[in-house]
């Protein structure tokens, strides 16, 4: 067996390798961010593209965070070597959560952010020294939800300005408060708003604000968060501090650079369905599977919802990995001598997963009957529980009447 020696000596000789932390990747992620994902989201992509001639000031992209009054993670500093702790100051062991909901155009432009305070009242000292034209709604956890959701679109509207003549597109992840609003939906189709939802487990990779904005955001929040408390000794960062703190954040992180260079990591402007290279979709490669909504992709396309389609075949997957011939050199692929072992079914099994969402245009007349179906089912389930609360009710009055009737009959 090779030892450290060995180890060491390899390195040695191939100085490009070197040892690093990997980044966690869960298995949902590794599961969904496949080859046959990828062509179908690129697929809805390109067809919007040739039926609407998007320009870049059309192209959107939102998405919320989380903002704790402490730092997730907090900045490296010097410190002596062999030192066994090394801290930090921050305001307490656990943060409060205030969300805010971000927006970007493939063109640079940053929209005014939204804020979702954990509070049941309007609190108008919660927005001191926020960033222009930010707004801010109240609900008690703190998260977004279709209510406060449909708050913030109705502002994209106002600030997008879409019309008949200038559609606009907006591309989301496949949170319930974006993907199960029917009431969304409707003013989305009556306001010329294209909605298009990326495919589940696939926004660390596809989505423009993931992949550029989000990471030196959070990096420059905490750089202002510390700042803070050196200024102001013994005092602790509350709400109340979110929305200065946030905007000294957001205006370094909110560059046109930042902007354009996350569409154009993720092939979504200008568009390139080849982006991502090879090695980026390796986890996927034994656990790849064809997606489950490709049966409405073709019914979109059958009802002429969709003037280009391009077809997908279910058995779409990675290149295999062509057998090299032997050579003096011994180039062979490690995957020749042992190949990558293969899912044979699944172990998590979700049945009638109607609360994540899936790749598809939102305003299309399949995904719309399906809400308006999950809608009806929503009510008759409401309705069925109101009639057996009632029925209780009725027999419970029932039997009180009754046993005061005979209390009153042996009084008699």
Avoid at 189 to 200: D, G, I, K, R, T
Avoid at 244 to 254: D, E, M, V
Wanted: glycine share 4%; charged share 25%.
């Amino acid at each position: 067996m090779a030892g450290k020696d060995w180890l060491y000596g390899f390195l040695k000789r191939h100085p490009r390798l070197v040892l690093r932390y990997p980044e966690k990747t869960s298995i949902a992620r590794a599961k969904g961010f496949n080859r046959v994902a990828i062509n179908a989201f690129f697929d809805l992509l390109d067809s919007l593209y040739s039926k609407y001639k998007f320009s870049p000031n059309d192209i959107y992209n939102a998405d919320e965070t989380g903002i704790l009054t402490v730092a997730n993670k907090p900045s490296k500093v010097l410190a002596l070597r062999g030192k066994k702790q090394v801290g930090t100051l921050t305001s307490a062991e656990w943060g409060v959560l205030v969300t805010a909901e971000t927006c970007v155009n493939a063109a640079g432009n940053f929209l005014p952010p939204m804020f979702v305070f954990p509070r049941k009242k309007e609190n108008p000292l919660l927005m001191d020294d926020a960033p222009p034209g930010s707004f801010a709604v109240y609900h008690e956890s703190g998260w977004i939800n279709k209510e406060t959701f449909l708050v913030w679109f109705k502002k994209f509207l106002e600030h997008s300005n879409p019309g008949p003549k200038k559609p606009v597109l907006l591309i989301i992840d496949g949170h319930n408060s974006h993907t199960k609003s029917l009431e969304l939906v409707n003013i989305a189709w009556a306001n010329n708003v294209v909605l298009l939802c990326f495919p589940p487990h696939t926004t660390h990779r596809l989505q423009p604000l993931d992949v550029s904005f989000m990471a030196p955001l959070i990096t420059f929040y905490e750089q202002e968060t510390r700042k803070w408390l050196i200024n102001h000794p013994g005092r602790c960062v509350t709400i109340y501090q979110v929305g200065k703190l946030f905007k000294a954040a957001f205006s370094r992180a909110a560059t046109v650079q930042t902007a354009v260079k996350g569409f154009g990591k993720t092939g979504i402007y200008p568009f390139n369905r080849d982006v991502f290279p090879e090695y980026l979709l390796a986890p996927s490669e034994t656990t790849e599977k064809p997606l489950d909504n490709t049966s409405e992709l073709k019914q979109a396309s059958y009802n002429g919802d969709v003037e280009h389609q391009p077809s997908t075949s279910s058995s779409e997957t990675m290149p295999t990995i062509e057998t090299q011939p032997f050579s003096s050199t011994f180039n062979i692929s490690p995957a020749v001598v042992m190949p990558f072992p293969r899912e044979t079914e699944s172990i998590i099994k979700r049945v009638n997963d109607k609360r994540r969402g899936k790749n598809a245009i939102l305003i299309l007349s399949p995904y719309k009957a399906e809400l308006v179906t999950i809608e009806r089912e929503r009510s008759g389930k409401k309705n069925k529980q109101k009639r057996a609360l009632f029925k209780n009710i009725t027999i419970l009055l029932l039997l009180k009447i009754k046993k005061q009737r005979k209390r009153k009959w042996k009084n008699q």
